[in-house]
């Protein structure tokens, strides 16, 4: 079976459980000093050429992404109102305004007879809500094309439904139904016919194929996760299983340092736009920097030159007078006096890219401010990165498994699916002889947390935190207001296929949601990564868990933009045996409570979402010979009341997200399955 290259438009992986589907009202939006709120809508764009556009644009992009039958496209979106007002220039609307941006649907190319109608896949699967029906094909009439899908089944069922046609970066990649529509028994035959005349028949098969194998002995243990858990919850419960299974595991502590959950303190002084100034301790907040404040105060007398002295903490900004006593000193001068200062703890930078001609009025003193607002008993050091190393034999002999979650800070689930695995893959070793088989034979790494920093921030002060928390941007950038938009896409920061390769899904600018970084690598979150990959040779198979959305996907995963041109295929044999251990996977997962991953989301990144510049999956690939895998956790939900499917965002209530963990672990568990059983076919 040859799998289309459908992609989803290229987009930018993303953020929490901001719930919010309504645009932001005006009495929402922040002072100067503060973040704009940021809330989780669903816009609608025309086409996928629009789509392009907002990726390009750095929006903030989810994962999940569903193209409608009129040819428009609908994306979850992590917006605040001044970024929506940035989007709808681009073509974009909220999906509860209605169409009134969308395109029709295309209409067909006069053809002097019937086009040809290829059936690449057609598969049915059964969840806990019911039959499902999953069709791709294509058609030689490409986009213009109108397919119709029909299909018969058992017990006389019968249904009919429109195929949405996929056009990225200017590439026809097929027709497919928009998300697996429902069915009242089990498909058995469709056709798919065209508007042109068109027609094809076929046999509809199985998704994901057979059952589940329970190989797990009476008495197996599951069920180990109860909350969400912060870094330093996530860190104690991997020490504590180490400490309680010493035969079977070991720490390993990751060389490279992150940032730390820490700031420099920062304060805004005056209005902006034009007479504004701001801030910025030289010491981070929690070392010094918290402790700071900045008076500007007008001398009360005539003739007097600008001056800024320093008696201890305080920095005290005396204004210049005319012979009037009027205040002349300028934003512009006040930033040069302060940086002119000898021993003055604080740089002064003008806001955004006002130049400063205004002048400043007098300020009360005003304390500066990381604006962190965890508790204190969450370190702001820069953090060490913990791996729990699981296997009977830790010697490099066994094939080895890389699991690690949460490059992306807001994705709270993800740590759950690795440490509901860990626990289960340690409690039950002397009481299920398969458990006991996958630690004799494999090397298990678990890696709660890429990125400890970003996942505090989202924690305790923004729960749509992607990146992690270290500044890269000019002082243009960087006044408090900008908080939120800092870090790096670690999930971007990788080496091959990357923006600096000219890759597409990748930002350069500093505050969009994929910022790749200022050079690969440049992260210590990415170094982790890629030092266990190193170190450890014997790893030949990784798992890469995000959420949310419901995807299962692998390299290639990015294309240059012009042509198309995606990083080297898998060969056949390797892509069929991506294929096929994935299917084996994906049965653990529906096996826990009926939840399938989509056969139209399993497949290549390229083929089944969007080209994401820089991943860590195709570095493990490419440079290392890891079969790299990629976890969405999260699938859509079926509303049997409305017909629909319903996305569950980044931190859904934790009874949801408590079962994502569950069914994923489960997947992940069959992965280790599969190294188990592996011989290298490469």
Not at 125 to 136: A, C, H, I, M, Q
Not at 216 to 244: C, S, W
Not at 539 to 546: D, G, P, S, V
Not at 613 to 638: M, P, Q
Request: glycine share 10%.
């Amino acid at each position: 079976m040859r799998r289309l290259q459908a992609s989803a438009a290229v987009l930018t992986l993303t953020l929490a459980t901001l719930t919010v589907a309504q645009p932001p009202t005006p009495a929402a939006v922040a002072g100067p000093a503060d973040p704009e709120p940021a809330s989780l809508v669903t816009l609608s764009v025309p086409d996928r050429a629009a789509m392009e556009r907002l990726v390009a644009s750095g929006a903030d992009l989810t994962h999940r992404v569903r193209s409608q039958p009129d040819g428009s496209v609908q994306v979850d979106a992590v917006v605040t109102p001044g970024e929506l007002d940035g989007l709808r220039a681009l073509g974009a609307t909220l999906a509860a305004e209605g169409p009134s941006a969308r395109r029709g649907r295309p209409t067909p190319v006069p053809t002097a007879g019937r086009d040809q109608v290829v059936i690449e896949r057609a598969v049915w699967f059964r969840s806990r809500d019911g039959y499902f029906l999953s069709v791709e094909a294509s058609s030689s009439l490409a986009q213009a094309a109108t397919l119709t899908v029909s299909w018969r089944g058992k017990q006389g069922s019968a249904g009919q439904a429109e195929l949405v046609p996929y056009v990225d970066a200017g590439a026809y990649l097929g027709h497919q139904l928009s998300t697996p529509v429902p069915a009242a028994a089990r498909p058995e035959w469709i056709t798919v016919t065209s508007a042109a005349g068109g027609k094809a028949d076929a046999r509809v098969g199985e998704w994901p194929g057979g059952e589940a194998p329970d190989r797990r002995a009476k008495g197996y243990r599951t069920d180990f996760v109860t909350q969400y858990m912060p870094p330093d919850q996530l860190n104690e419960r991997i020490k504590a299983l180490h400490k309680e299974f010493p035969r079977l595991t070991e720490l390993v502590t990751l060389p490279y340092p992150t940032n730390g959950y820490r700031r420099k303190a920062q304060a805004l002084l005056g209005t902006p736009p034009g007479a504004a100034v701001v801030v910025t301790s030289a010491a981070y907040g929690s070392e010094g920097g918290n402790d700071l404040a900045v008076e500007l105060t007008d001398p009360g007398a005539p003739g007097r030159a600008l001056e800024v002295t320093v008696d201890g903490k305080i920095i005290r900004v005396a204004l210049a007078t005319d012979g009037s006593g009027a205040l002349t000193s300028t934003a512009a001068q006040v930033v040069a006096a302060i940086n002119a200062t000898p021993g003055v703890p604080v740089r002064a930078s003008l806001y955004r890219t006002d130049p400063g001609a205004g002048v400043l009025a007098p300020a009360p003193l005003t304390q500066l401010s990381d604006f962190l607002r965890a508790p204190a008993g969450v370190s702001r050091a820069p953090a060490r990165v913990l791996a729990l190393r699981i296997g009977a034999h830790r010697d490099g002999s066994r094939t080895g498994v890389l699991a690690y979650a949460q490059e992306h800070a807001r994705e709270w689930v993800a740590p759950l699916v690795a440490i509901e695995a860990a626990e289960r893959l340690l409690r039950n070793h002397d009481r299920d002889p398969a458990t006991r088989r996958l630690l004799e034979r494999t090397d298990v790494f678990i890696v709660p947390t890429v990125n400890p920093d970003g996942a505090n921030y989202s924690f305790y002060d923004f729960n749509g935190q992607r990146k992690n928390l270290t500044n890269h941007c000019p002082d243009s950038q960087s006044d408090p207001a900008l908080r939120n938009n800092w870090g790096v896409d670690v999930n971007r920061n990788y080496a091959v296929g990357s923006l600096s390769d000219g890759y597409f899904g990748a930002s350069a600018g500093c505050t969009s949601g994929t910022y790749a970084g200022p050079a690969e690598h440049s992260e210590p979150e990415s170094r982790n990564v890629m030092w266990l990959a190193e170190r450890y040779s014997n790893i030949r198979f990784a798992m890469n868990i995000h959420s949310y959305g419901g995807y299962f996907m692998w390299p290639p995963g990015a294309y240059k933009l012009d042509g198309r041109v995606t990083l080297p295929r898998p060969s056949p044999r390797e892509e069929a045996y991506f294929l096929e251990s994935a299917r084996t996977i994906e049965r653990a997962i529906a096996a826990e409570r009926g939840t399938v991953v989509w056969p139209q989301q399993t497949g290549p990144v390229t083929d089944v979402l969007y080209s994401a510049a820089g991943n860590s999956a195709d570095e493990l690939w490419y440079e290392h010979g890891i079969y790299g895998w990629d976890f969405e956790v999260g699938a859509d939900l079926w509303n049997a009341s409305t017909g629909a499917w319903e996305g569950v965002g980044f931190q859904p209530p934790f009874a949801e997200g408590h079962q994502e963990a569950l069914e994923f672990a489960a997947g992940l568990i069959a992965l280790i399955g599969v190294a188990a059983d592996h011989r290298d076919r490469r």
